[in-house]
């Protein structure tokens, strides 16, 4: 006999556990990662779970009810790349996903790996993103042999070039990273960048259990490229990345691509996952596929219940969108930029 329980995936053992032993778990369901996100944009993460009658636990759902100005909604997971369903069949996942719908809110899900919601008729997909993964090779002559020609190409040039990488995990180093990666985001895409207390809590939450490397690609003394790699499991996830627009012909990112796959080797992992990459990237997409060995597609899909509407919620969308244009000027100073970016970024959940 099997019970239907409700518990906070930031703390809950049993969580953890399934998370560990699940095929669908994955960084972006363990309980660091959600505490992370929690402490980050101030959010109150929960998660059903279902249970034997030992109360061992068989499946889970963990999601984010969220209620602001933009309207409720039921995010599983917010600022996540993508979250499956921790479930063994369709019964699992009808069972889990009932109590979400009799809320009557909206609910997204991010899927890679499980089909059941994709079949669940209520659930319409609203876009795919692509997701790429590398399988770590026994050996560096192995994992190079693996690489395609343009990758093999571009490290040797990095290095001909002067560039350097290295790896780390202080707080400092995390901040360097950081500034470059508001440059790119604004620059590049003119998106404000998450709040600096994000990064804070993923350092509290991975560094400390050596789960969290930083590393910096420097040509001479300027920090020109970085990643933000976290490990969980047997996967090392190549969470973040940035590089400064103009050194970008000396190749700092494949430079980084193969340090990286590299220190997945050195830590005894069998995967390097390259996150997700929107449709609308496809410079992106050919950068990792010179990488990968892997390559899916990651569905958004959503409920909305019958005669759902919020005109509201998605006029505050399209102001937000006008505010980011706007914040993201030259002219905007980088302190005012940076505080709207606090208070914002949480909307876009």
């Known amino acids: 006999m099997s019970n239907q329980i409700t518990v906070d ?5 049993r969580w953890e ?6 095929p669908m778990g994955s960084l972006f369901t363990s309980p660091p990662w959600i505490r992370a996100v929690a402490q980050g ?7 059903g779970m279902i249970v034997d009658g ?6 889970g759902l963990a999601y984010v ?9 039921i995010v599983s997971l917010p600022f996540s790349d993508y979250s499956d369903p921790l479930v063994r069949d369709d019964t699992d996942w009808a069972a889990l996903v009932e109590s979400l719908l009799r809320s009557g809110w909206p609910v997204t899900l991010k899927c890679l790996r499980e089909d059941g919601p994709r079949r669940d008729a209520r659930f319409e997909e609203r876009g795919t993103a692509f997701w790429h993964e590398t399988a770590v090779a026994g050996s560096e002559d192995e994992q190079w042999r693996q690489l395609r020609g343009a990758a093999r190409r571009n490290v040797r040039k990095a290095r001909g070039r002067g560039v350097a990488v290295s790896f780390g995990d202080s707080l400092e ?6 500034e470059l990666h508001r440059e790119v985001r604004r620059r590049k895409y003119h998106l404000l960048a998450q709040p600096w207390a994000f990064f804070e809590a993923m350092h509290r939450e991975f560094s400390t259990t050596g789960r969290m490397v930083v590393l910096l690609a420097r040509l001479g003394d300027r920090v020109i490229g970085g990643v933000v790699a976290l490990q969980w499991g047997g996967t090392l996830y190549y969470k973040l990345n940035a590089s400064a627009l103009d050194e970008l012909e000396v190749r700092p990112n494949d430079l980084l691509a193969w340090e990286g ?3 997945a080797r050195r830590l005894g992992c069998s995967n390097f996952d390259w996150g997700l990459s929107d449709a609308d990237q496809p410079g992106l997409i050919r950068y990792k596929q010179k990488f990968a060995t892997e390559e899916r597609r990651i569905s958004i899909l959503r409920y909305a219940p019958a005669g759902y509407c919020n005109p509201s919620g998605e006029h505050l969308r399209s102001v937000l969108s006008d505010l980011t244009r706007l914040l993201t000027d030259d002219s905007v100073p980088e302190g005012v930029r940076s505080g709207a970016g606090d208070l914002l970024y949480r909307y876009f959940a």
């Not at 969220?66 to 309207?71: E, F």
């Open 65 to 73: 009810p969220i209620t602001d100005a933009v309207g409720n909604r």
């Open 17 to 22: 556990a399934l998370v560990a032993c699940s």
């Open 9 to 13: 995936p930031r703390s809950d053992a």
């Open 54 to 59: 030992s109360g061992q636990p068989r499946a």
């Open 261 to 263: 796959l590299g220190l």
């Open 173 to 178: 180093e995390l901040r360097a990273f950081y």
């Open 41 to 47: 944009y101030g959010l109150e993460p929960s998660a």
